[in-house]
């Protein structure tokens, strides 16, 4: 795709004008739907313009990529690929219960949160909390929520020291950092005690 990449915004700079998908397929001999997906990639990454549906410009950014001799490498463009935040997730979910409530057990979180369709809710929002602690968003308190069970220890009870907005911190590299989307910044996290 590379190969394709480059040569089509070469074609683009070269004409100038407003070329449709199937005119830039016909000049270069390729097939139209991959000229398609490499235009979409191009356009994705601000090289090219798309004033009409299945029509196509070089933009600014790409005669200046051209003019530097710089190459249209595969991958997200800088090589660095954005945490996925998914809104709808149950760590996000309870990242938005903890700052309602600011002081909550597990249980009262997953009874806020979980709406039934989660493999194992429980395991995964108690990781997500041991992962919150580890990066100081979160303090465990000395004193536990008393337990249904009689001989029970009773549930641990969590607070939050630091909110930074309401979109979830998200785990990075096998639990080594968390990404903070509210701040941009990551934040290793610390061997467990």
Avoid: C
Wanted: proline share 8%; net charge positive.
């Amino acid at each position: 795709m590379t190969w394709l990449a480059e040569t089509l915004l070469a074609a683009l700079a070269e004409t100038g004008a407003d070329q449709p998908v199937a005119d830039l397929a016909a000049a270069l001999g390729r097939d139209r739907i991959a000229v398609d997906k490499s235009l979409v990639v191009l356009h994705r990454r601000e090289l090219i313009d798309r004033p009409a549906l299945g029509v196509y410009r070089i933009a600014a950014a790409g005669r200046e990529l051209l003019a530097e001799g710089g190459a249209v490498r595969a991958g997200a463009p800088g090589h660095a690929r954005r945490a996925k935040v998914q809104p709808h997730a149950l760590r996000h979910r309870l990242w938005t219960a903890l700052g309602h409530r600011r002081k909550a057990t597990l249980p009262e979180l997953l009874t806020l949160v979980a709406v039934g369709d989660e493999r194992n809710a429980e395991h995964n929002a108690r990781r997500y909390l041991r992962l919150l602690e580890r990066t100081g968003y979160l303090v465990r308190l000395p004193r536990r929520a008393p337990g249904l069970a009689p001989t029970s220890p009773g549930h641990l009870k969590w607070l939050v020291v630091r909110w930074t907005g309401p979109r979830a911190p998200v785990a990075r590299a096998r639990f080594s950092a968390v990404y903070d989307p509210n701040q941009g910044t990551i934040i290793p996290v610390e061997a467990p005690p």
